[in-house]
């Protein structure tokens, strides 16, 4: 279907429908209506765009995170806050604190209150969301992991060969023993696929990961990673080596080996996740892999105003954000 | 006027009153009209009750803060949604970016939102947000300053005093030459009572602030700091002592410091404010004000919480929230 069948259809000028669609001139009810049925009816446009004629934009977007103590997550909404402001939107942000009812709950109540659209960053992902999220009337982009057979877009970062990255790195310094401290697996972003990541390197190198050497903690905070490390120093034959799944915890597993007396990195070596502002504040400065929270919530943003405007592409597109390794003390010198 | 009076002049029981005040059960609407015309005529409660009576609350708080990449803004944050958590409230939060257009937008938004109260973290504080304040006609609770002449709660800091301790405590080091990296003195809370500590301070040791010595910049970032420590090192004369508005700039003055290769705290003697995560991250340790963004948080919605019951104290109460000096490396050793 056309513009040019949707106008034929209404009775009136390409140029007409146009300027109903994005609303460059006031026309009248009478035949917005007609323009709007027409729409409807040839199904020309993808259906964020008949809805938004319809409704009045309200000019708000709705934003769910999981937590606001994070640097990732403040970056996320700052990314958000920008493209929002360039729109001359309002974000409502919002907080689950990881609990998937919360997170339910404030989907249906953004919906309630009018959002032009959501942005989703889930802390965990199952059916019971997906049915939400299918549920809802308005358009969403999630952000870092989407739930299985779902239709939307979504912006991520290549964790699983990241993390892979840095593992590799740390082979290449000559590290033969080396364990990780990961989060949690229902995190399938920062979780899961980094822990994978992980194991793909190792595996590559016709290794497996040694149980002894991996701590799973339950969350992503400092403490974790001081509880993980404490964990791993247990073993009877150390690692040489400790990839973390983010920053904060490679500052709290570097913290745990300070007060031991072990030393960063000619004891251990110690690599992180996410470059954040910690990883330069810390002697040694921390070996971690950058990527931007930032253009995650910028490109998020990005793809909810090209919904809005009818010029969604695939709706289940995958939009990635690059990343790239950044070595420095903390993983310096051979093994 | 008592809760006798309005129950007379509705012509029912006391206990009538309390459960349509209280909502504790389902009363028909002509009596729920009656009632809540004798609480106007009687002028029993405050506005907010006789307001929640007869809009049907949302559950939803609206919390406005100037940014969100900042440590203090998130325990405020994770403070109030702890205390709204705890009432089956949900938080909307907006970020205002020190902006005070976007800020008075949010507050009308909200209200237009139906929010049940705001809490507000403002920017700047001047006679076009006490209008706009004025003009609300939910309730509200103002963090960290509050507009001259404006009638609200508000929860604070003794941000002066606490700056006055923190440089006393430098005097007491027998530092005799302290300069001071301080923020803009239009915030009033975190630039100007901190600022004024400071020359508090100077000034019972029979001293004043010597220009040179105090750089005052526009924002609290990390960078702020290695700026203004820059700044005050091109002094003929440098200060042995600095004491920063803020950890986060504490952590870029001594990033500053050794870049150039001067001993924290042999040569400078470094303090913050705020005791962020960051200030035991960094070596050496910093010294800096404790005290607890969560707690100002939770004080802020508990007053709130009370004020839709119907039980606000004074309306313009000042309610403080504790600090503390926590001495750590970067002060340590006499001058």
């Known amino acids: 279907m056309t513009i040019r069948e949707v106008a034929k259809r209404a009775g009136v000028s390409i140029a007409t429908v146009s300027r109903v669609l994005n609303r460059s001139k006031p026309v009248s009810e ?8 027409a729409v409807r009816e040839t199904g020309y446009l993808p259906n964020a765009v008949a809805r938004s004629m319809i409704q009045k934009r309200t000019g708000l977007i709705g934003v769910i995170i999981p937590e606001i103590a994070n640097p990732y997550f403040s970056g996320l909404v700052e990314g958000i806050e920008s493209v929002a402001h360039q729109h001359q ?22 919906q309630a209150r009018q959002m032009d659209g959501i942005i989703l960053a889930a802390a965990r992902v199952g059916g019971e969301l997906r049915r939400v999220l299918q549920s809802l009337t308005i358009p969403y ?6 739930p299985a057979g779902l239709r939307a877009p979504c912006v991520k970062v290549d964790n699983r060969r990241a993390a892979c990255e840095v593992t590799t790195h740390l082979i290449g310094k000559g590290h033969r023993r080396i364990g990780m ?8 972003a920062s979780g899961k696929e980094r822990y994978e990541g992980y194991r793909d390197a190792l595996g590559e190198a016709g290794w497996t990961p040694r149980p002894e050497w991996v701590a799973a903690e339950e969350s992503f905070r400092l403490q974790d990673g001081v509880k993980g490390m404490e964990r791993i120093l247990r073993a009877k034959e150390r690692p040489t080596a400790v990839f973390c799944a983010c920053d904060r915890m490679a500052v709290g ?3 745990a080996l300070e007060s031991r007396g072990i030393r960063v990195p000619d004891q251990i070596a110690v690599a992180g996740f996410d470059d954040e502002e910690a990883a330069t504040m810390i002697r040694p400065r921390l070996t971690t892999v950058r990527h931007s929270p930032f253009e995650m919530g910028w490109k998020a943003t990005e793809r909810l105003m090209a919904t809005l405007r009818g010029e969604g592409s695939s709706p289940d597109e995958v939009i990635r954000v690059g990343h790239g390794l950044v070595v420095r003390d903390s993983t310096s010198g051979g093994k």
């Open 30 to 37: 009478e035949l917005k209506r007609r323009i709007e049925q």
């Open 89 to 110: 939107s309002h974000i409502m942000l919002a907080v689950s604190r990881k609990d998937p009812r919360r997170e339910m709950d404030l989907l249906r109540i953004f």
């Open 181 to 188: 401290i990961s989060g949690p697996m229902w995190d399938l």
């Open 253 to 255: 597993a570097i913290q």
């Open 141 to 146: 982009v999630l952000i870092g992991q989407r």
